[in-house]
């Protein structure tokens, strides 16, 4: 069973960073295109990093820039970095392995950011 568990989410002051993880069971990541959304009340879940193929340890950023995506192969996590956070950046985040013939989801972790 495949199983995408995320983690360190949380409530941050504006400005501040936060590191979100994503540890896989029973999927291999490196083999799957690895993206991280986010999805804030009454809006459309939206890509914020990624997709990247797993096994690469720097993954690059992510159109805002300030948030990027690094994984890392041995641990079958998956991380995202985010910096200079603002309380539109507020959401639940949820990552996402994808590839032809599968689609996988984690549960999401809540990102609040307010002073």
């Known amino acids: 069973q495949v199983q995408l568990v995320e983690s360190g989410g949380g409530l941050v002051q504006p400005g501040g960073s936060l590191r979100l993880s994503c540890r896989g069971s029973?999927?291999?990541?490196?083999?799957?295109?690895m993206a991280w959304y986010r999805q804030a009340p009454g809006k459309q879940r939206e890509l914020v990093a990624g997709p990247a193929r797993g096994g690469v340890t720097d993954y690059g950023d992510s159109p805002q820039r300030r948030f990027i995506i690094s994984g890392d192969s041995a641990e079958n996590t998956v991380y995202l970095q985010m910096n200079g956070l603002k309380p539109e950046d507020t959401a639940v985040y949820y990552c996402n392995a994808q590839r032809s013939d599968s689609d996988y989801w984690g549960q999401g972790t809540q990102v609040t950011v307010s002073s």
């Open positions: 029973g999927i291999i990541f490196g083999f799957y295109d």
